[in-house]
């Protein structure tokens, strides 16, 4: 069974500095990586995704997150915070195994992101 | 170019009825995907659909069913509502070959 944990309910920080939420993942093969984003009332919005090749992976509006096999850690930054960052934040993983579709999220991380 | 639409927006049924929800998936996506989520938990999983068939599903009874019509769109239903199946129903579509889902808005179900 594959599984995504993000250890942190809510992450504060203050705007201009970096921000780092964190994403750990099990999977039986190798994993695919992804991180969503989700406003209020609204649905989950794609920033990016590991799927093989350079470790740093960069997305939308800024954001990268580093793929660390050794420590399954996908983890989600960004040098410089925006007021409008604060959201919430989802992890998800998806075996690359053949046959296997099922894209499994974690529980969320709520970033504020303090003017 | 429209993204991932769903309808209705809100829906409240009684205990024990049935409901069915829409789908019409981002412009040139043949891929479709159900998810279901709880108030403050991530989404989970429901099943995907591909070429008009369940391709995988996830960890939910078969009250939950699926269709995916020929022109890619598709429906969720669910029989025999329970007050736990309260939550917001999400439609992800992806493009051919790709690994990414775009999700829609959802729908809010309220079983009373």
């Known amino acids: 069974a594959q599984s995504v944990a993000q250890p942190e309910d809510q992450v504060n920080v203050a705007e201009g500095n970096p921000l780092t939420v964190k994403c750990t993942y099990s999977?039986?093969?190798?994993?695919?990586l992804f991180w969503y984003v989700q406003y209020p009332n609204r649905g989950l919005q794609f920033l990016l995704k590991y799927i093989t090749g350079d470790n740093l992976v960069k997305g939308s509006y800024g954001f990268e997150a580093e793929f660390n096999k050794s420590q399954t850690s996908f983890h989600l930054k960004k040098p410089s915070a925006l007021v409008s960052d604060s959201a919430l934040y989802f992890c998800?993983?998806?075996?690359?195994?053949?046959?296997?579709?099922?894209?499994?999220f974690g529980k969320g991380t709520k970033l504020s992101v303090i003017p | 170019d429209a993204g991932v639409t769903q309808s209705p927006t809100h829906l409240i049924k009684t205990r024990g009825q049935q409901v069915t929800l829409r789908c019409s998936p981002k412009?040139?996506?043949?891929?479709v995907s159900w998810y279901q989520q709880a108030l403050g938990q991530g989404p989970q999983f429901i099943f995907q659909y591909y070429e008009e068939e369940e391709r995988q599903r996830g960890n939910f009874p078969d009250r939950f069913s699926g269709h995916q019509f020929p022109n890619y769109s598709s429906e969720l239903n669910v029989n025999a509502l329970l007050l736990g199946d309260s939550a917001l129903y999400l439609c992800?579509?992806?493009?051919?070959?790709?690994?990414?889902?775009?999700f829609g808005p959802g729908t809010r179900l309220t079983v009373t």
């Open positions: 999977v039986s093969g190798n994993p695919y």
């Open positions: 992800a579509s992806s493009p051919p070959r790709a690994y990414e889902q775009y």
């Open positions: 998800a993983v998806r075996d690359s195994g053949a046959g296997s579709y099922q894209l499994t």
């Open positions: 412009s040139g996506h043949d891929t």
